[in-house]
């Protein structure tokens, strides 16, 4: 939404409100005696826009709105709030499946791309959450990693040990998508 094709005396929002008209002068708050607020109380720190902001390198819908302290995207539904992510999946893939939470494959809290989200166990997702490597890399490490010597060219690319390679080879962690 354009804000300078919002009217003037209408709430700069864009939800077609009228504020009220200023009852004094505050160049401070920008308020002009005579002249209608720019928005209706509590309207100033909605969001306006796209909900998310697709990044064309990473494939990441990077969530525009509000988020949460722990950088995950939030929205309200019905007063109800919610992770965004979670959202997304569920509106385009039904609920999440009992017992499996949603691992971000991006690494990247404030994206919302279904397409970037996979059900896993609680223990699945906390080993990944605190793993240096992504996607590409456990298939990187996968497809290359032949011998002991390419086992430690991976652990010190990563800063882990070789037995952590071996992990991934193994299917102990990363579990096959």
């Given at each position: 939404?354009?804000?300078?094709?919002?009217?003037?005396?209408?709430?700069?929002?864009?939800c077609?409100?009228?504020?009220?008209?200023?009852?004094?002068?505050?160049?401070?708050r920008?308020?002009?005696?005579?002249?209608?607020?720019?928005?209706?109380?509590?309207?100033?720190?909605?969001?306006?826009?796209?909900?998310?902001?697709?990044?064309?390198?990473?494939?990441?819908?990077?969530?525009?709105?509000?988020?949460?302290?722990?950088?995950?995207?939030?929205?309200?539904?019905?007063?109800?709030?919610?992770?965004?992510?979670?959202?997304?999946?569920?509106?385009?893939?039904?609920?999440?499946?009992?017992?499996?939470?949603?691992?971000?494959?991006?690494?990247?809290?404030?994206?919302?791309?279904?397409?970037?989200?996979?059900?896993?166990?609680?223990?699945?997702?906390?080993?990944?959450?605190?793993?240096?490597?992504?996607?590409?890399?456990?298939?990187?490490?996968?497809?290359?990693?032949?011998?002991?010597?390419?086992?430690?060219?991976?652990?010190?690319?990563?800063?882990?040990?070789?037995?952590?390679?071996?992990?991934?080879?193994?299917?102990?962690?990363?579990?096959?998508?």
């Open positions: 939404m354009d804000l300078m094709s919002i009217e003037i005396g209408l709430c700069q929002c864009g077609g409100g009228k504020p009220k008209i200023a009852d004094r002068t505050d160049f401070k920008g308020y002009l005696k005579g002249v209608p607020y720019r928005y209706l109380q509590g309207h100033a720190t909605r969001p306006t826009g796209e909900p998310y902001i697709v990044d064309s390198v990473t494939g990441c819908w990077n969530w525009n709105f509000g988020i949460h302290g722990n950088g995950y995207g939030v929205i309200s539904i019905n007063f109800i709030q919610q992770y965004a992510h979670v959202y997304m999946w569920e509106k385009d893939n039904g609920p999440t499946p009992s017992g499996k939470e949603l691992d971000h494959k991006c690494k990247n809290r404030k994206c919302c791309n279904p397409d970037h989200l996979e059900p896993v166990t609680h223990a699945e997702n906390t080993r990944r959450g605190k793993s240096p490597f992504k996607w590409e890399d456990v298939n990187e490490i996968r497809s290359t990693c032949k011998t002991l010597a390419d086992r430690k060219i991976f652990a010190k690319k990563f800063s882990v040990t070789t037995h952590c390679i071996g992990s991934i080879l193994r299917g102990e962690r990363w579990s096959k998508p």
